[in-house]
C-alpha cells in the first residue's frame, strides 16, 4: 500500500460495482481528508446500459490502518452543487430490456446482448440508443418527469417548460456540468417536462456515502432494500440471502447526510474504502417517487478511524448519523438549559437521579419499511446494550423513526443515555456534534 496521504483528490468512479477486490486510492491519513468530484446518480446511470449498478459512484479511498471490525467517522465538511440543471421523475420498467434488474443488468432485447455500448442521438425517451443496432434500448421509462433549472446560487430553481427542456438536452453534458471521467448520459437529454413552472428549494445531501462491502455489489444495491433484489438474481452478481450480510448500507438516501453531518461507517474489508456519490439537491422523506433531483458536485470529507465502536468493541453493523440538531425530530433535540433546568426540579422533588442523554440515530435496511425498522430496532439495541422494547420506548417518547427511503430504509432516532453511548465508543462524536458537557 502506498504511503499514506493528508489529502486524496478522487475524480474517478467506478463502474457501478463496488468491489473489495479492485484497487483503492490513497491511503489517505487518519484524520485527512477526501475531496472529490462527485457524477449524478440514479436517472443517468439508469439509462447508461454499460454501467453495471445503479448509480456511478467514485473509487473507493483506503483508510490507512482500517481493518474489519473497525469504524470510520465521516464528518461532512462541504457539500456543493455545480450542475446548473436537473431533470427526474416517477419510473416503470421496460420489460425484456433487462435481465432479472433493470439497473444491473440492461440488455438489448432483439440481439439479447448485456450492457451493450450506446450512443445519444437527439432528445427525448428514445435518444440513447445501441451502437451497434441504434435501436432505443433503456430498461426504463419515465411516466411523469420534470426538468429543474438552478439560479446562480444553487440555492432555488423552478422547472421548465418543453423548450426550454429541450434546449438543455441538446447541450446536457454542459448543463449537467458531468465530471471529465464519468461515462453515464446525462437525464438532461430525455428533456421531461409534464411539471412546469413549480419553484424549489435546494437542500443537497448525500444518498451514498460509506464504506465498500465484503463481496461485490452493484452500488444502488449496498442497502437492505435494493440489495434483496439480489438474491438468486440471474446476472452474474446474484447472492444468496445470508449474503446481505456483507452489506455496509452507504446507499441510504437520507437527506439528514448532508453538510455539518458526522457519519459513523462500518468496516468490512482492509482499508475501509470509502466511496460517495449520488448527490441530491433535495429530497422529501421518502424520496416517494423513487428518485430525485441528482446533481453533479463536489465533496469534502474528514475521516478518522475508531477502533474498538460497537458494543464490546465487536463493531458496527450498519451506518450511524448524528445529524444537526435542526434535522433531528423535536423529541431527539437536546433539551434547552430551560427545559433541563425544570425536569430536573422533577425529578429531585422525587429524589430520582436524571439521565444525561444525548441524540443517536442508527440506520436500519430492509426489503419494506416494517423490515428496515425491525432491523434497526435490532442494531440500536445491540448497539446500546438494550432490549428491542427498551428501543421502541424510548424512541416512542424522546425521538422517532424516520424514513429515508422507501421502501427500506429508516432511521431509529432518540435521545440515549450518554454513560451507553461512551461504552459504543460513539459518546465524544456526540458530545461533539450537539455542543454537551459531561
Known amino acids: 500500500m502506498n504511503s499514506a496521504k493528508r489529502n486524496v483528490l478522487v475524480s474517478s468512479f467506478t463502474n457501478g460495482v463496488l468491489d473489495p477486490k ?10 485527512g481528508v477526501i475531496i472529490a468530484n462527485t457524477a449524478p446518480g440514479c436517472w443517468g446511470p439508469m439509462i447508461t446500459p454499460r ?25 461532512i465538511r462541504d457539500i456543493t452543487v455545480t450542475s446548473l440543471a436537473t431533470a427526474s421523475g416517477h419510473d416503470e420498467f421496460v420489460e425484456g430490456h433487462f435481465l432479472g434488474d433493470p439497473y444491473v443488468a440492461a440488455r438489448n432485447p432483439k440481439t439479447d446482448k448485456l450492457r451493450p455500448e450506446t450512443r445519444v442521438e437527439g432528445v427525448g425517451q428514445e435518444a440513447v440508443r445501441d451502437v451497434d443496432t441504434g435501436d432505443p434500448i433503456t430498461p426504463f421509462r419515465m411516466v411523469n418527469g420534470y426538468t429543474v433549472l438552478f439560479d446562480e446560487t444553487r440555492r432555488v430553481g423552478v422547472t421548465v417548460d418543453k423548450e426550454t427542456a429541450e434546449a438543455m438536452g441538446r447541450d446536457a453534458d454542459r448543463w449537467a456540468a458531468l465530471p471529465d471521467d464519468s461515462v453515464q448520459h446525462s437525464i438532461l437529454v430525455w428533456a421531461p417536462h ?16 460509506g464504506t465498500t462491502p465484503s463481496i461485490p455489489f452493484p452500488d444502488s444495491h449496498n442497502a437492505g432494500d ?20 456483507h452489506r455496509t448500507d452507504g446507499h441510504m438516501d ?21 466511496y460517495v456519490g449520488d448527490m ?7 424520496e416517494i417517487a423513487g428518485h430525485t433531483a441528482d446533481v453533479s458536485g463536489s465533496v469534502t470529507l474528514q475521516v478518522d478511524l475508531l477502533k474498538g465502536a460497537g458494543a464490546q468493541g465487536k463493531g458496527l453493523e450498519g451506518p450511524v448519523l448524528f445529524p444537526l440538531a435542526e434535522d433531528l425530530p423535536p423529541l431527539a433535540r437536546p433539551l434547552t438549559p430551560d427545559e433541563e433546568a425544570r425536569a430536573r426540579q422533577v425529578a ?37 446494550g438494550m432490549s428491542v422494547p ?10 422517532g423513526i424516520e424514513i429515508g427511503r422507501h421502501p427500506g430504509v429508516i432511521q431509529v432516532t432518540f435521545l440515549a443515555p450518554l454513560t451507553r453511548l461512551d461504552s459504543a465508543g460513539l459518546g465524544d462524536l456526540a458530545r461533539e456534534q450537539y455542543g454537551l458537557d459531561g
Open 390 to 399: 427498551e428501543v421502541r420506548n424510548r424512541a416512542t417518547i424522546t425521538g
Open 280 to 286: 441530491h439537491a433535495m429530497q422529501g422523506d421518502g
Open 254 to 274: 437520507i437527506d439528514a447526510v448532508r453538510e455539518g453531518a458526522i457519519v459513523v461507517a462500518p468496516v468490512r474489508v482492509p482499508g475501509a474504502g470509502i
Open 194 to 209: 409534464d411539471l412546469v413552472g413549480i419553484p424549489v428549494r435546494l437542500r443537497p445531501f448525500l444518498g451514498q456515502l
Open 226 to 245: 435494493f440489495g434483496s433484489a439480489l438474491i438468486d438474481a440471474p446476472h452474474e452478481y446474484g447472492i444468496q440471502a445470508e449474503d446481505l450480510a
Open 51 to 75: 454501467l453495471h449498478g445503479g448509480h456511478e459512484v467514485t473509487q473507493p479511498v483506503a483508510v490507512e490502518g482500517a481493518e474489519p471490525g473497525d469504524a470510520v467517522v465521516i464528518r
Open 348 to 384: 429531585e422533588s422525587r429524589g430520582i437521579t436524571m439521565e444525561t442523554l444525548a441524540p443517536i440515530s442508527v440506520v436500519g435496511t430492509g426489503p419494506d419499511l416494517n423490515a428496515a425498522t425491525e432491523n434497526g430496532l435490532r442494531r440500536a439495541a445491540e448497539l446500546l
Open 22 to 31: 479492485k484497487p483503492m486510492l490513497g491511503p489517505v491519513q487518519d484524520g
